[in-house]
Structures are given as C-alpha cells and as structure tokens.
C-alpha cells in the first residue's frame, strides 16, 4: 500500500512539474517573463468619485501582485499594461408607474465604468492588445447613491481588473 501510495505521488508530482507556465489563477505566464509594469491608470471621464484614478491603478496592482509571480517594476516590465478610466455613467434602468398609469421615475439605475487599456508583452507581441473593458453595477434608486457608490466602483473594478488579466495573462 505504501508503495502504491508513493507511485501516485510521484506520478502526481510528474504531471505538474510537465504544466511548467500554468498557475491555478488560470496565468499562463512564459517562464522567460519575470516583470510587469503598471502604469497609473488617469481619469478621464467626466463624473465619477475623485478617487477612481488611484483606486483602479491599486486594484489592478495588488491583483497581479496576487495572483502571479512576476515582480511588479515602475517601468519597462516583460509585461506592461497601462490604461486610462474612458467613461463613467449612471443611466435609468426600469422605470415605475406612477399614478395614472405613467411611467414616474426611474426605479433602477445603472453604472457603467469603462476602461481603455493597453497590454504589452515584450516577449511576444502576438498577444498585444489595445482595447476597452467595460462593466456595470445596477441599483435601486431608493438607496442613498453617494452612501453606496464607493462599493460599486469597487466592485464594478473588480470585475474589469480580472477581465483585464484574463485577456492579458491568462489568454482567455
């Protein structure tokens, strides 16, 4: 039994030491790519919190930091992502009936926050890309907005950030 035991173990260790670029966050990262350099990621969209420039170049930071093994480096990186906050939009959503039978208000609203990056892969530039990410959060407007907004541009973030590292690193 133990030998049997210690077959498996050593088969197990086979097949992942064979998966040398895979990471279980999904990263398949050449082995030759050591660095990644972020750079800050401006607001240039005309609403939104004030906060959303630092805010977005922090997530996206400590998420590769996270969930790769590159070093993060100020500039010239293998890897190089860097970007700007194109748009932030609250739009209605559903509307309510009002009285006599109108529509009244807007009972739900949306955010929407896009973001334009670009991915540089100095290694290999077959997998550069210059796009736009793009997500959004609904929610009811009898809530307090301002109350309730800093958790939706995080959570709005989140999401961008790992669509944004699917697209770069793990080529999804």
Known sequence: MRIFSL??????????????????????????VKTISIGTFYNNAPLGPSNMSVLFTENIKDYFQQN?????????????????????????????????????????????ITISASYTNVNDPTFDFDRSFSFFKDFDNSANLAAQEEAFVEEIFDQIVLDIFNASVANW
Not at 81 to 103: D, W
């Open 7 to 32: 077959l498996i173990l050593i088969i197990s260790l086979g097949f992942a030491s064979g998966c040398g670029v895979y990471s279980f966050t999904g990263a398949s990262i050449s082995p030759d």
């Open 68 to 112: 790769t093994s590159l070093d993060l480096v100020d500039n010239n990186g293998d890897l190089q992502i860097e970007g700007y906050i194109s748009n932030y939009t609250i739009t209605p959503v559903a509307a309510t009936v009002g009285a006599q039978g109108q529509a009244d208000f807007s009972a739900l609203s949306r955010i929407t």
